[in-house]
């Protein structure tokens, strides 16, 4: 025995300390996030909240959905259903880089991931359904050939038909290609969905911002 220890000691000590090393960075990012989200100004956070709103799937009615009930008493931390730019438009990206990527039960994934980005999941749940059975045989068919483009690999659209039932048959054979193409289309439009979050929300700020200065300029007593 050695005075620093049993060797095993020693090792569970070190995972120990990495283990709370990593909780303590994790929760050092949430709040460095929620600081920034706080540091806003108040209309910077709420404007387009009440827009979300009326748009949006009822709370009530996404955690008792059959398909997210899995999830259990995660779909009740209040995180997941606030409204901002950070949580909006992460919600946008993660939904569309699923919705781009052939796969089963999209929402139970998006809810999920939902939870450990802490983005809001009515949002993340909705984009997933820029996917449905009209978009998906255009959609798969389009990541199929940029797909095929990275590869170079050939093209097998002879049998080509616009259904989902030829993506389900050629799957064996196009699955490389359609895959990849789904990833590299799916992030390029969830950048774009972020990035267009931000932009309307902040020209939805500026408008609101112009009407209320007006506003005042109306009611603010004559300086003669």
């Not at 052939?102 to 929402?107: A, K, S």
């Not at 199929?144 to 993506?167: A, C, I, K, N, Q």
Request: charged share 20%.
């Amino acid at each position: 025995m050695t005075a620093c220890g049993h060797p095993a000691r020693r090792f569970g000590g070190v995972c120990s300390i990495m283990g709370h090393r990593a909780a303590a960075l994790v929760m050092l990012r949430a709040r460095h996030r929620d600081l920034l989200i706080r540091s806003e100004p108040r209309c910077n956070r709420h404007m387009p909240r009440k827009f979300l709103r009326r748009h949006l799937p009822d709370p009530g009615k996404l955690r008792q959905h059959p398909r997210l009930r899995i999830l259990g008493v995660l779909l009740h931390d209040p995180n997941l259903w606030h409204l901002n730019r950070y949580t909006v438009s992460g919600g946008v990206a993660l939904g569309l880089v699923l919705a781009f990527i052939p796969m089963p039960m999209q929402m139970l994934v998006a809810a999920a991931l939902a939870v450990p980005l802490r983005v809001n999941l009515p949002i993340a749940v909705a984009m997933v359904w820029v996917s449905n059975p009209i978009t998906m045989p255009p959609m798969f068919y389009f990541s199929y050939r940029v797909g095929t483009w990275f590869l170079g690999s050939p093209v097998r659209d002879r049998s080509f038909e616009p259904s989902l039932d030829w993506f389900w048959y050629e799957m064996g054979n196009i699955w490389q290609p359609l895959y990849l193409g789904s990833l590299i289309c799916g992030i390029l439009a969830a950048l774009a969905g972020y990035g267009l979050v931000h932009l309307a929300w902040r020209l939805h700020i500026r408008a609101h911002l112009r009407r209320r200065a007006r506003r005042r300029q109306r009611v603010k007593p004559g300086s003669d």
